[in-house]
T-cell receptor
């Protein structure tokens, strides 16, 4: 099945550091990928849609300059949390729509294992 | 509007069946999904159902869809300790896979 790899799985760093998280589709191509943020015991909050070859689309309330997204190839999207502060500590998850599985035409989202970001 | 509702907690004895319920609002949703999230991990796609189906069974999992009432359920037969996780119901409005609306998740706790 479709596999999405996300790295790193856990990051601890000092306040003010920029942190890059990678999301890769391993056995399929993805022109779009999605970045979510999840707070403890809460559902996923869509942050932005990463578009290969063009600018990302951010959800309302998400700071573009704080969360930089780059989708440089059909298999890689990166999220950079710039000048991270303790309030940015969270669980970040990426997803990509997998290929259709006939006879169905939909492309279910496949998720990475998430990155736990802890800012001291 | 688009909204997905599900209960937050469910406790079930090992070996019993678990039934997790979900209601959604967008009648245009063509596909409805169930995802499983284990502690500290990402979401795993469990199963999905096409809106013209009433039921879909996959081993221990049975999905029931009542399109008239916009009600979706996931039944896990012979619940095991490894089924302990958070289960998310999700819909893709207007058949757009790029916009999935998740419920808040149901935390399934297995009693010995």
């Amino acid at each position: 099945g479709a596999v999405v790899s996300q790295h790193p799985s856990w990051v601890i760093c000092k306040s003010g550091t920029s942190v890059k998280i990678e999301c890769r589709s391993l056995d399929f191509q993805a022109t779009t990928m999605f970045w979510y943020r999840q707070f403890p015991k809460q559902s996923l909050m869509l942050m932005a849609t990463s578009n290969e070859g063009s600018k990302a689309t951010y959800e309302q309330g998400v700071e573009k300059d704080k969360f930089l997204i780059n989708h440089a190839s059909l298999t890689l999207s990166t999220l950079t949390v710039t000048s991270a502060h303790p309030e940015d500590s969270s669980f970040y998850i990426c997803s990509a729509p997998g290929p259709p599985t006939p006879p169905y035409s939909n492309q279910p989202q496949h998720f990475g294992d998430g990155t736990r970001l802890s800012i001291l | 509007g688009e909204d997905v509702e599900q209960s937050l907690f469910l406790s079930v004895r090992e070996g019993d069946s678990s039934v997790i319920n979900c209601t959604y609002t967008d009648s245009s949703s063509t596909y409805l999904y169930w995802y499983k999230q284990e502690p500290g991990a990402g979401l795993q796609l469990l199963t999905y159902i096409f809106s013209n189906m009433d039921m879909k069974q996959d081993q221990r999992l049975t999905v029931l869809l009542n399109k008239k009432d916009k009600h979706l359920s996931l039944r896990i037969a012979d619940t095991q300790t490894g089924d302990s996780a958070i289960y998310f119901c999700a819909e893709s409005p207007e058949n757009r896979d790029d916009k999935i609306i998740f419920g808040k998740g149901t935390r399934l706790h297995i009693l010995p």
